[in-house]
């Protein structure tokens, strides 16, 4: 079973409007992280925000939030007020944080999603 | 702020030879990650290094090897490379809450 699924392959947007890109998980562990970065088509990976699996509210960086539905297993990417250098691949990942607490954690990656912004 | 730099950026290799992807970070991060990324997918986990002197398999090692040769720098190896191994490569490194950070890739192809 996939850990990570982005189910919409493409979407497009009108710039200026907020778009909403979809994001499930699954994982048995109480402590998890999950994670947006945005691949131009430069190719670089940028990291653009992270939700821990204990925070209480939605993590927000700018135009970007996350919208974390727990009991869903959901963390949808938010980006309001779209922007042509917004038209990009996005890709959500999880890091499942091991018994015993180790610092670092696997990310595993979904297959990501294109978004075009049209002016 | 040079961050995460990986060389070469480009490389076209023949079936059976050898070469080393290079990453070098500046951030003092503890551990450090090699990815491959594939058309249509998201990127997999080849190797990672948690700190100085440990290295882990990841998702898909078959066919590569890594060394962490310091804090900063952590090479990926191809032995023999073959067709299949034609992806890019990204290393990336992370510190606090594995906020991974990446190079700008390297994109390999093997004929």
């Known amino acids: 079973a996939q850990k990570i699924t982005q189910t919409q392959p493409g979407m497009f947007v009108q710039e200026k409007e907020a778009v909403t890109l979809d994001c499930t998980y699954d994982?048995?562990?109480?402590?998890?992280?999950l994670f947006w970065y945005k691949q131009p088509s430069s190719g670089e990976m940028i990291f653009l925000i992270y939700q821990g699996s204990y925070d209480q509210q939605n993590a927000t960086e700018g135009r970007y939030s996350l919208n974390f539905q727990k009991a869903r297993k959901s963390a949808n990417l938010v980006i309001s007020a779209s922007q042509l250098g917004d038209s990009a691949m996005y890709f959500c990942?999880?890091?499942?944080?091991?018994?015993?607490?180790?610092?670092?954690?696997?990310?595993?990656f979904g297959q990501g999603t294109i978004l075009t912004v049209h002016p | 702020n040079a961050g995460v730099t990986q060389t070469p950026k480009f490389q076209v290799l023949k079936t059976g030879q050898s070469m080393t992807l290079q990453c070098a970070q500046d951030m003092n991060h503890n551990s450090m990650y090699w990815y491959r990324q594939d058309p249509g997918m998201g990127l997999r986990l080849i190797y990672y290094?948690?700190?100085?002197?440990?290295?882990d398999k990841g998702e898909v090692p078959n066919g590569y090897n890594v060394s962490r040769l310091n804090k900063r720098e952590f090479s990926l190896r191809l032995e023999s490379a073959a067709p299949s191994q034609t992806s890019v490569y990204f290393c990336?490194?992370?510190?606090?809450?594995?906020?991974?950070?990446f190079g700008a890739g390297t994109r390999l192809s093997v004929l």
């Open positions: 994982t048995s562990d109480p402590s998890y992280g």
């Open positions: 990942a999880m890091r499942e944080i091991p018994a015993g607490g180790t610092s670092y954690g696997k990310l595993t």
């Open positions: 990336a490194s992370s510190l606090v809450k594995n906020i991974q950070y």
């Open positions: 290094s948690a700190s100085e002197g440990t290295t």
